[in-house]
C-alpha cells in the first residue's frame, strides 16, 4: 500500500479482554512506532523498533502491553487485561531512515474504547 | 534520554497575525528538529525540519529558528489563515535514538 495502514480502526472491547492492534508500515521502512493519544492529549511514546536491532520498550506503561515486528514487516501492539484508562487512539508510525532523523508516516490510528 | 520542553500549551492569534511556538530539547546531541502538525481527527504529518547544520530554514508562511547554543528552537508561521487551527508538536534527536516529541499546541486562528 502506499501509506501505513492500522487495523482495526474502531475497537470496542470489555475490561478484562486482551486486544491486538496491527500496524503494516510502508515497504521499505525500517523503524517503526508506537504511540498513545488520549483525547486532546500529545504523543505518549510507547514502543520503538529499528531494524533488527532490540526495540526501546521504555514507554511500555505497564507489562500488559507488548508489542513485536518481525524484522521490517507487521507488527502488532497486545494490550492484555484491558483497563478502562487504555481507552485512547493507538498511532503507528514508520520512517525510511535509522534513528528519528526521517520523516514519519503515520497510520490513522486505532481508537480503543473500553468498557 | 532527550526530553522536549513545548510552550505555549494554547495559543490564539487573529487572522493574518503571527504565531510562534517554542520548544527547548536537554541532549545536546540532538541534531534533527522536525514540526508535525496534527489537524482535527486527523494524523500528524510533517510540515518542516531543521538539521544542527543550519540556523533557520523557510517554507513560504512557515519557517523555524533553531540556537544550538541555548538548545532550543522555534516554529514561526506569518500572515495566519484558519487552515493552520491544529494542533503543532515540536520533536528532537540525537539520530540515532527515537524522536521525542514535545506536548504540543493547539493554535487556533480567530476568523
Known amino acids: 500500500g502506499a501509506g501505513v495502514s492500522q487495523s482495526p480502526s474502531n475497537k470496542v472491547t470489555e475490561k478484562g479482554k486482551d486486544v491486538e492492534l496491527r500496524c503494516d508500515p510502508i515497504?521499505?521502512?525500517?523503524?517503526l512506532y508506537w504511540y498513545r493519544q488520549s483525547l486532546g492529549q500529545g504523543l505518549e511514546f510507547l514502543i520503538y523498533?529499528?531494524?533488527?536491532?532490540?526495540?526501546?520498550k521504555s514507554g511500555l506503561p505497564s507489562d500488559r502491553f507488548s508489542a513485536e515486528r518481525t524484522g521490517e514487516s507487521v507488527s502488532t501492539l497486545t494490550i492484555q487485561r484491558t483497563q478502562q484508562e487504555d481507552s485512547a487512539v493507538y498511532l503507528c508510525?514508520?520512517?525510511?531512515?535509522?534513528?528519528?532523523?526521517?520523516?514519519?508516516?503515520f497510520g490513522e490510528g486505532s481508537r480503543l474504547t473500553v468498557l | 534520554g532527550e526530553n522536549v520542553e513545548q510552550h505555549p500549551s494554547t495559543l490564539s492569534v487573529q487572522e493574518g497575525d503571527s504565531a510562534v511556538i517554542k520548544c527547548t530539547y536537554s541532549?545536546?546531541?540532538?541534531?534533527?528538529f522536525p514540526w508535525y502538525k496534527q489537524e482535527l481527527g486527523k494524523r500528524p504529518q510533517l510540515i518542516i525540519d531543521?538539521?544542527?547544520?543550519?540556523g533557520e530554514k523557510k517554507d513560504q508562511r512557515i519557517a523555524v529558528t533553531l540556537n544550538k547554543t541555548a538548545k532550543h528552537f522555534s516554529l514561526h508561521i506569518t500572515e495566519t489563515q484558519p487552515e493552520d487551527s491544529a494542533v503543532y508538536f515540536c520533536a528532537a534527536t540525537a539520530g540515532n535514538e527515537k524522536l521525542t516529541f514535545g506536548t504540543g499546541t493547539r493554535l487556533t486562528i480567530i476568523p
Open positions: 515497504s521499505g521502512h525500517t523503524a
Open positions: 508510525a514508520s520512517s525510511r531512515r535509522q534513528g528519528g532523523t526521517g520523516e514519519l508516516f
Open positions: 531543521i538539521r544542527s547544520n543550519v
Open positions: 523498533f529499528q531494524g533488527n536491532s532490540a526495540p526501546d
Open positions: 541532549d545536546s546531541a540532538s541534531n534533527y
